[in-house]
């Protein structure tokens, strides 16, 4: 049974940081494409950042430079290091493992932006 796990979100003021992590479980996580998506409420899920096995990494335009995606292979862990946080990165926060048209899931961990 594959399983992906969030944990690290939470609420978080302008300007400061979160770490959100991700585990995974149930597949061989090297071979994955793994990726952060968020959905704030009324909006469409978004791709935020990628990273390939090898480590090539994507980001949206609107974290460039604020967020750092990496992975740890042999802990089957993916994270997204969020600094200068605004209030519209405020969204649930979606852990994505993908191959060869297979797409998995977590449940999401939700991050708020306030003061």
């Known amino acids: 049974q594959v399983q992906l796990v969030e944990s690290g979100g939470g609420l978080a003021q302008p300007g400061g940081s979160l770490r959100l992590s991700c585990g995974g479980s149930g597949i061989i996580f090297s071979m994955y494409n793994m990726g952060w998506y968020r959905q704030a409420p009324g909006k469409q899920r978004e791709l935020v950042a990628s990273i390939s096995p090898s480590g090539s990494t994507n980001y949206a335009d609107s974290v460039k430079g604020r967020f750092t995606i990496s992975r740890d292979n042999a802990k089957n862990m993916v994270y997204l290091e969020m600094n200068s946080l605004i209030s519209e990165d405020t969204a649930i926060y979606l852990c994505?493992?993908?191959?060869?048209?297979?797409?998995?899931w977590g449940q999401g961990t939700q991050v708020t932006v306030s003061s």
């Open positions: 994505n493992g993908g191959r060869r048209g297979r797409d998995y």
